[in-house]
């Protein structure tokens, strides 16, 4: 097991070095100038040539990713072109929103998900379970910039109850969670429903119910832990997707989020900025990964055996 | 009952389909804005919400036109909230640094909260931007030959520190805006500054410039502490996150992406401000910003879509503050492209435009129809010039004469902003009515400002800001042949014209009103003739307050200071 987890960590290596490379070459060979961004359309040619080089934008292409990854690998990812800041003042300064928001959005859509998930694989057909798969086709089908727009119409034009914006108290969070959730709590039903469905068809639950355990000790004892086996992974992705920042949501609840931080980057055209951001959240998602792959241990031991190997 | 269901089913998905559709404009208006405004820097209000047919465009325009005139009926608004001691003002985009000279000039989301913190040596009127009224320096005066000025300084100044402003301050912070990168356009003109005594200091010119003094109301010329300011370089602290000046408001907190925290400073040199405490918080999704003035969440809102102003303006808690932006939109012409060299072609070009045409469909009715490069509140500018008036038989028949009969194919650019390539896109139609075949490409900003300072285009529809209300900011770096061929966002219709030169020339060293606007007339029709620059259409600057916030005006050089407003009912 340990030498699986470090196997995998060890991986991390070349993927952050690729991320690195394809992000350098996006930003620095795509056309536009930071510098002549920072100085507006009224600098002078002269002006534009000592801002590149303060930047350090004036090298060529190997020379600056070089440099940077030199840099990097020391620990120094740079500082902002604009904000002239660490980056990493800037991402961390963020990424407590985005982590308040990816977490109660994915505890929302796990509590809700898998609940409702098994209630209807045990009502298999039956009217309710009906209504809840026609509600669930329409969350998936929502967009949630929409969502959240009807959300803050109705709750903070309307009853003004909640606020619209801003990320100062849990309660701003409310809004923004529960938008960010609905896509991945329909998911989540939508999957713990069917791989229910097929573990309670299988042949050792039959087992189960022939020796006569109860209902309630089959459903969540025997059945539910084979069948989170893809609702975990699921769940695992979601979060890695909701730590890259949902930008829309972030955007239409102005909460300052890393998806936020990583949009205004590409724009300005800040290299060193976006480059930290999305290393770390790639980082992060790995990590995600990995946690996922060493609970499936947990919950199916025949994956155990095959990480002791 | 399996198939009601799919019946009932598919209703709820259609209607879905519907719903996604319309939400769909919405967060492309919102993206929009905010890519204009993190470029240009100025929050150019401008139209984003798509019509979907022909009948409800015109109803917008109507709305449009309504609104145009009511939100001239409120020009000041009246304070109703009184007993508050915090202002919360909305601004879309949040400041890359508050350093003076950190930024480029005309980054509007700087100004509106530097000039809170730090004080110029003059300010313009907040109603007539040609108007100067004292800040720091009590009063100015030019030497005989107007390569001198000297500013009289306002004494018992202090800085947020508690130090007090000297004389040495002003002439080390006037240097400094003189020698940084982001002023290179402002400072052209200006050579140093020099304390004479005490109480005086001199900016010397390099050439006489009648309007220098406009140029130091920008806040890149911000008076700073040079104590400050070398202690921060010294120690490595990132002076543009800490801000100090002496103005009306001190900085307390910046929250990385989400607000700024000021209060006022109890040693201001202006006396006790109104309001004690003032927040700024940035809201990038321009509906939800309006939103948040509409539930009382915040006080004023610069940057408002105007896709939102109908509604706001129906709002009777909210008073909306629009006036005419000095900047406008405008066609370039390349005159060293193979095509446009001949003047025939760019008449014809000029011909075919329709100003009321492009502002009704690319930007909802939304602005006003401008004929020159000089707009209105802007010295030198032209009130009764007309120009070239629309005529596309005239067009087919000068391409005719240019060998043409069968039109021709010419590329165009434009940056992908919806506040640039909708109107680019009515004046592509434009030109396909005398044959003339635009090949529209719309374009990364930052792919587009390469693109146009290396001259690498034909056609190009952009936009150009007045930093002071003088026709020459603008006009001497569009027209000028020492700008031609060169790089940079100046001349780039490569113009070289000895009689464009002389004018420019000539109005820019006269000191005779009169002479200065005759010569920028003649430059207005010069430019007629020879269809260079086409100009379209200016846009509007809006302020937006709740209706318990006194003494807010609408400007057009996005000056707001709070100090001036208030909560108490006037």
């Known amino acids: 097991m340990h030498k699986y987890i470090i196997k995998r960590l060890l991986m991390l290596i070349p993927v952050m070095l690729g991320i690195s490379f394809i992000l350098y070459s996006i930003m620095t060979l795509t056309p536009g100038d930071p510098a002549q961004l920072i100085l507006g359309p009224g600098a002078t040619e002269e002006a534009i040539e000592l801002k590149r080089q303060e930047l350090g934008t004036d090298k060529g292409f190997w020379e600056g990713y070089v440099d940077w990854l030199t840099n990097a690998v020391q620990g120094d990812f740079g500082t902002s072109y604009r904000s002239k800041e660490p980056v990493f003042n800037e991402v961390f300064a963020r990424f407590p929103n985005t982590l308040k928001l990816a977490s109660s959005a994915i505890i929302l859509s796990v509590i809700f998900g898998i609940g409702i998930g098994i209630f209807q694989a045990v009502r298999q057909y039956s009217m309710s379970d009906n209504i809840i798969s026609g509600i669930t086709l329409v969350l998936t089908s929502m967009p949630d910039f929409w969502i959240g727009l009807i959300l803050i119409i109705v709750f903070a034009v309307w009853l003004k109850v909640l606020p619209a914006s801003g990320a100062n108290h849990w309660y701003n969070f409310i809004m923004p969670a529960l938008t960010a959730s609905v896509g991945y709590t329909a998911g989540t039903i939508r999957l713990t429903r069917s791989s229910m469905l097929e573990v309670i068809r299988s042949d050792y639950i039959r087992t189960a119910r022939a020796k006569g355990a109860a209902e309630k000790t089959i459903i969540f004892k025997h059945a539910l832990k084979n069948a989170l086996l893809p609702v975990v992974t699921l769940i695992g992705i979601n979060l890695g997707w909701q730590l890259g920042g949902t930008i829309i949501v972030e955007q239409i609840f102005a909460i300052p989020g890393i998806g936020t931080l990583m949009i205004g980057a590409v724009r300005s055209k800040d290299t060193p900025l976006l480059m930290a951001s999305v290393l770390f959240v790639a980082f992060l998602s790995a990590l995600i990964n990995l946690i996922t792959d060493i609970l499936y241990a947990y919950i199916d031991p025949r994956i155990k055996a095959e990480y002791s190997k | 009952m399996k198939r009601k269901w799919a019946i009932g089913l598919s209703i709820v998905m259609s209607s879905l389909l519907l719903f996604s559709g319309c939400g769909g404009n919405s967060t492309e208006t919102s993206t929009e804005g905010t890519t204009e405004t993190t470029t240009e820097g100025t929050t150019e209000t401008t139209t984003e919400g798509e019509t979907t047919s022909e009948g409800e465009g015109e109803v917008t325009n109507i709305v449009m036109q309504n609104a145009l005139e009511k939100m001239g009926q409120v020009t000041v608004a009246n304070g109703e909230g009184a007993g508050r001691d915090t202002l919360t003002f909305v601004s879309v985009i949040e400041p890359t640094t508050l350093e003076p000279g950190g930024v480029a000039s005309s980054d509007a989301n700087f100004r509106v909260v530097a000039t809170q913190i730090y004080e110029t040596l003059v300010r313009e009127s907040q109603t007539d931007r040609t108007v100067l009224e004292p800040m720091l320096a009590e009063s100015w005066e030019f030497n005989e030959d107007g390569t001198q000025v000297t500013f009289q300084i306002k004494q018992g100044v202090k800085f947020h520190d508690g130090s007090d402003m000297t004389v040495e301050d002003v002439a080390y912070s006037l240097n400094r805006a003189i020698g940084l990168a982001t002023n290179a356009d402002l400072a052209e003109m200006m050579d140093s500054a020099e304390v004479v005594d005490d109480t005086h200091v001199v900016l010397k010119l390099k050439y006489a410039y009648g309007p220098v003094v406009n140029i130091l109301t920008n806040p890149n010329f911000a008076i700073v502490s040079q104590a400050y300011v070398e202690k921060c370089e010294a120690e490595g602290i990132n002076f543009g ?330």
Not at chain 2, 497 to 519: M, Q, W, Y
Request: glycine share 8%; hydrophobic share 35%.
């Open chain 2, 241 to 570: 996150r800490t801000p100090m000046g002496t103005g009306a408001y001190q900085f307390v907190e910046w929250v990385n992406g989400a607000n700024i925290t000021l209060k006022a400073f109890d040693q201001w040199n202006g006396g006790e401000v109104n309001i004690p405490n003032l927040i700024f918080n940035f809201i990038t999704d321009t509906t939800t910003a309006a939103i948040a003035l509409e539930s009382g969440d915040c006080d004023l809102l610069y940057g408002t879509d105007s896709a939102d102003l109908p509604r706001l303006i129906e709002n009777p808690d909210v008073n909306v503050m629009g006036v005419q932006s000095s900047g406008f939109y405008f066609l370039t012409l390349n005159t060293q492209s193979e095509l446009l060299s001949d003047v025939n072609i760019r008449k014809a070009i000029q011909l075919c435009i329709d100003r009321q045409e492009v502002i009704d469909g690319g930007q909802d009715g939304l602005g006003w129809v401008t004929p020159c490069p000089i707009t209105p509140g802007i010295f030198g500018y032209p009130e009764d010039f007309v120009g070239t008036q629309t005529n596309v038989e005239e067009a087919k028949a000068l391409l005719a004469e240019a060998g043409y009969p069968d039109g021709i194919t010419i590329q165009f650019i434009t940056p992908e902003s919806s506040y640039y390539s909708r109107p680019a896109q009515v004046v592509q139609e434009q030109l396909r009515r005398a044959g003339i075949n635009a090949e529209l490409t719309m374009m990364e900003r930052g792919a587009f400002d390469t693109d146009l300072s290396n001259r690498n285009f034909e056609m190009s529809y952009s936009w150009i800001g007045c930093s002071y209300p003088d026709a020459d900011n603008i006009v001497y770096r569009l027209f000028h042949s020492q700008y031609a061929n060169s790089t940079g966002q100046t001349n780039m219709a490569n113009i070289v014209n000895e009689e464009a030169d002389r004018l420019v020339e000539e109005a820019r060293k006269s000191t005779d009103s009169a002479e200065r606007e005759a010569l920028y007339l003649e430059l207005c029709e010069l430019n007629d003739e020879n269809a260079w620059y086409i100009p379209i259409l200016t846009s509007t600057n809006t302020v937006t307050a709740s209706a318990q916030v006194g003494g807010v005006a609408g400007n057009s050089g996005s000056f707001y200071y709070v100090s001036d407003y208030t909560f108490e009912a006037e």
